[in-house]
């Protein structure tokens, strides 16, 4: 051994091998190259025909090196068997790894001499299947003549003549060829750590392709989640569908509509419902024909004899009681003739007779109303009976006149008005607007219309809808006045005695120098002539509440009854006086 390294080598016969090499040639051939003689193998019987593979010749190829040249002596020395000191042969072995006993040449002469051939312990081992990158390439061997002695006496390790290994060297490396490799359609990547390791060398193993692993066991748990996804994904595809169908189509089942339980359907006694349900069997819808017009009214009952309240321009056109008829809430419809009526006052009371189970409406206070209380309004506007509005009292005491169709004045009423914000159309005139306690506060007469310069509802006019601006004449002027009409026919106005003057264009009523048909403008005698007032007085207040016109001033003392004593503040010369007067009475139209 050599450092670590096999080397093939047998024990060197007594004469010293290089004395048995030719030199080399003088003349150069060979580039200075000397020829290596062939062993002589010894005359061993001939091997069975048929030798093993195993018991080949192991001679057929040699590791070369390059000669020393021919004048070096340590070279000559290591060659001529010596070792350094002139030690023979046997003692160089037993003390250290012996040299190479041939040196090998790069080409082969032509005339080699039968003599020179190698012995068989000389003749290399046949290189592995492998041969390493150091080892340069292998010397072609001649074919020794078979009668050619030996170089070296017998080994007396019993070394095979042929080069086989010893029992001291393990067996030389053996690369397997690799494993077929199945064919690829594109092209193989290069492997990240070069070429793939050939297997470790067994010489007495069964050559072939080495067996693929097997196939990796898919993980359970693997499949168990891909599975769960497959899953979830068809019920959500499913569920999505379902969904969509229902959604569309309302559901799978017949449609059944949730709904509340029966109740209590009773309201409070104050709530509008309540107030509608207690009101409404006491209000009726009029239908009037004659002097070739239509109209549609509401009234309401006053009592158990049969007696309706309702608005003068209601039933203004009828010439006889045929001309009226009544429905009550409940579908009865009846025939009413005409007790009494009012221009002045806007009202008239009818009468139905062989009506039984008669419901009057309870009448409140309406010096009791303030503004904001709410209300409720009952009436058949355009003709739909039956209907209920609500609102608020937003104003009180609001100076109107309505009518005048006639021209001369005779058919004008003046009202000091309580004004809502109930919806109120044409065809609840002569309705009844009620408080929280379902009281009669009020008769609903007149809408201001938008961009009109009239109030009130005449009887077959055009009118506009509501447009939050309704009044209705105080219960307490309707009560006196319909008490009037149902026991006399007729109605009284309270008066002062004065003419006025309506074409007066500053700030209060003032007395005209002259009255109708030049009679004297202040009345000899009455109230006003009595308490001092002269032609040209300006009255600006009536108990102490300011009045702009002289229709504002017929507004306030129509709000009274005749013999009610009234404060009147006037302007004269420029200095401001103090009245007092007891109203007359003057019969009404």
Same mark, same amino acid.
């Given at each position: ?6 080397? @093939? ?36 019987? &001939?091997? %069975?025909?048929? +030798? ?25 020395? &290591? ?11 046997? +003692? ?23 003599? =020179? ?10 290189? %592995? ?26 080994? !007396?390790? $019993? ?8 029992? @001291?060297?393990?067996? %030389? ?24 390791? @050939?297997? =470790? ?51 799978? *089942?017949?449609?059944?509509? %949730? ?51 309702? #608005? ?21 419809? *009846?025939?009413?003739?005409?007790? /009494? ?53 937003? *104003? ?6 309505? /009518?005048? !169709? ?83 026919? $007729? ?13 007066? #264009? ?38 102490? =509440? ?5 229709? !504002? ?5 129509? *709000?009274? $009854? ?9 302007? $004269?010369?420029?200095? !401001? ?13």
């Amino acid at each position: 051994m050599n450092n670590g390294k096999p080397n @093939w080598w047998s024990r060197p016969s007594s004469t010293p091998e290089t004395a048995r090499i030719p030199a080399p040639s003088p003349s150069g051939e060979g580039d200075g190259d000397f020829p290596l003689p062939a062993p002589q193998p010894p005359a061993l019987p &001939e091997p %069975p025909a048929t +030798a093993p593979l195993d018991a080949a010749p192991a001679a057929a190829q040699a590791p070369s090196r390059t000669a020393e040249p021919a004048g070096t002596g340590t070279r000559d020395s &290591e060659q001529a068997g010596t070792g350094p000191q002139g030690s023979p042969p046997d +003692a160089e072995a037993d003390s250290q790894d012996p040299a190479p006993s041939v040196v090998l040449t790069k080409g082969e002469p032509q005339d080699r001499a039968p003599d =020179q051939v190698p012995s068989p312990d000389h003749v290399p081992h046949p290189a %592995p299947d492998h041969v390493p990158d150091h080892a340069p390439a292998p010397a072609p061997q001649a074919q020794a003549p078979a009668a050619a002695r030996p170089l070296h006496a017998p080994d !007396e390790y $019993r070394t095979p003549p042929y080069g086989e290994p010893g029992p @001291w060297a393990p067996a %030389p490396p053996v690369q397997r060829p690799p494993a077929p490799v199945p064919p690829q359609q594109g092209p193989v990547p290069p492997h990240p750590r070069g070429p793939a390791p @050939w297997g =470790q060398y067994d010489p007495w193993g069964v050559g072939g392709p080495v067996p693929a692993p097997a196939p990796a066991k898919r993980s359970r748990k693997g499949l168990a989640v891909a599975g769960a996804l497959v899953f979830a994904l068809i019920t959500g595809v499913i569920g999505g569908g379902i969904g969509a169908y229902v959604e569309r189509n309302g559901g799978i *089942a017949a449609v059944e509509l %949730p709904q509340a339980d029966a109740e209590n359907t009773g309201r409070a006694p104050d709530s509008v419902a309540g107030i509608a349900a207690s009101a409404l069997p006491g209000v009726v819808t009029l239908h009037v024909k004659g002097s070739g017009s239509a109209g549609t009214g509401t009234g309401f009952v006053l009592d158990t004899r049969g007696h309706i309240l309702t #608005n003068n321009h209601v039933v203004d056109g009828a010439r006889s009681s045929a001309d009226i008829s009544v429905t009550f809430s409940s579908g009865e419809t *009846a025939r009413a003739r005409l007790v /009494g009526k009012d221009t002045g006052y806007d009202l008239a009371v009818v009468q139905v007779t062989g009506v039984s189970g008669l419901k009057a409406l309870p009448l409140g206070n309406s010096d009791n109303v303030r503004v904001g209380d709410p209300v409720v309004a009952i009436g058949a506007p355009f003709d739909l009976s039956n209907t209920v509005t609500s609102g608020i009292i937003s *104003a009180k005491e609001r100076p109107i006149t309505a /009518g005048g !169709e006639k021209g001369d004045g005779s058919d004008i009423s003046y009202v000091d008005a309580l004004q809502t914000d109930a919806p109120i159309n044409p065809g609840n005139s002569g309705g009844p607007l009620l408080d929280s306690r379902a009281r009669v506060i009020g008769i609903n007469s007149a809408i201001r219309a938008a961009g009109g310069s009239g109030d009130g509802e005449g009887d077959g006019a055009s009118q506009p809808g509501s447009i939050g601006l309704g009044f209705a004449i105080p219960i307490n002027q309707g009560k006196r006045v319909a008490e009037e009409l149902i026991n006399t026919g $007729r109605a009284t106005h309270p008066v002062i005695g004065v003419s006025l003057d309506m074409q007066y #264009n500053g700030d209060g009523a003032r007395v005209g120098e002259k009255g109708k048909d030049g009679t004297a403008s202040v009345t000899p005698g009455g109230p006003a002539a009595k308490a001092g007032l002269r032609p040209g007085d300006v009255i600006t207040k009536v108990d102490g =509440q300011r009045v702009h016109n002289g229709e !504002e001033l017929i507004v306030k003392i129509r *709000a009274h $009854r005749p013999g009610d004593r009234l404060e009147l503040t006037l302007s $004269r010369d420029g200095k !401001e006086l103090t009245k007092t007067l007891t109203l007359g009475s003057s019969q009404g139209t």
